[in-house]
T-cell receptor, first 114, second 114 residues
Framework: DAKTTQPTSMDCAEGRAANLPCNHSTISGNEYVYWYRQIHSQGPQYIIHGLKNNETNEMASLIITEDRKSSTLILPHATLRDTAVYYCIAFRLDSGAGSYQLTFGKGTKLSVIP | ETGVTQSPTHLIKTRGQQVTLRCSSQSGHNTVSWYQQALGQGPQFIFQYYREEENGRGNFPPRFSGLQFPNYSSELNVNALELDDSALYLC?????????????FGEGSRLTVL
């Protein structure tokens, strides 16, 4: 799976949009971009994923550039409960084994400030 | 809450001992994977089980082993514990070849090796 690069940390004011960038310049055509987050002392939580189209769900929006070399996760109205480490992962399902081997980096620590 | 439960939540062992960690997957999920998360790092894939067989493994030595039972619950066993095995161990369940590739993580078992 392609390597991803994220900023170490970011701050966001409560109520504002949080935009978390991710670079994945070596991503291959069949690799999806997944986002997970991990609130302190909890297991990671799935947020959203996409291949090449922009995606939106009740938690967030995912914007993928046309060349697929980078993406941005958008939390439209950040709350204090969104303070967490956010992981961007490039993932290709191993069609032979069906192995969900996610490669987590260190992620971005987002701090939402009152 | 994901419906994935892990036990114990915390435990302390000494070097050379053996440990067994347990995981109950979310109802209807037939695949379980295990991750190790050292302090300040992202989770690292250990292995995955489907139909009671290991079908994917990360870069971990053979002293890390597992089991999956007919009810899809799972165990992670670690023999000859080393100090570096101190970490949060996360279990994640999913549907094999699920359409979203989404993993549902438990809260983890925190192992301290002295």
């Amino acid at each position: 799976d392609a390597k991803t690069t994220q900023p170490t940390s970011m701050d966001c004011a409560e109520g504002r949009a949080a935009n978390l960038p991710c670079n994945h310049s070596t991503i291959s055509g069949n690799e999806y971009v997944y986002w997970y987050r991990q609130i302190h002392s909890q297991g990671p939580q799935y947020i959203i994923h996409g291949l090449k189209n922009n995606e939106t769900n009740e938690m967030a929006s995912l914007i993928i550039t046309e060349d697929r070399k980078s993406s941005t996760l958008i939390l439209p109205h950040a709350t204090l409960r969104d303070t967490a480490v956010y992981y961007c992962i490039a993932f290709r399902l191993d069609s032979g084994a069906g192995s969900y081997q996610l490669t987590f980096g260190k992620g971005t620590k987002l701090s939402v400030i009152p | 809450e994901t419906g994935v439960t892990q036990s114990p939540t915390h435990l302390i062992k000494t070097r050379g001992q053996q440990v067994t960690l347990r995981c109950s997957s979310q109802s209807g999920h037939n695949t379980v994977s295990w991750y190790q998360q050292a302090l300040g790092q992202g989770p690292q894939f250990i292995f995955q089980y489907y139909r009671e067989e290991e079908n994917g493994r990360g870069n971990f030595p053979p002293r890390f082993s597992g089991l999956q039972f007919p009810n899809y619950s799972s165990e992670l066993n670690v023999n000859a514990l080393e100090l570096d095995d101190s970490a949060l161990y996360l279990c994640a369940s999913s549907l094999y070849m699920g359409s979203t590739g989404e993993l549902f993580f438990g809260e983890g078992s925190r192992l301290t090796v002295l």
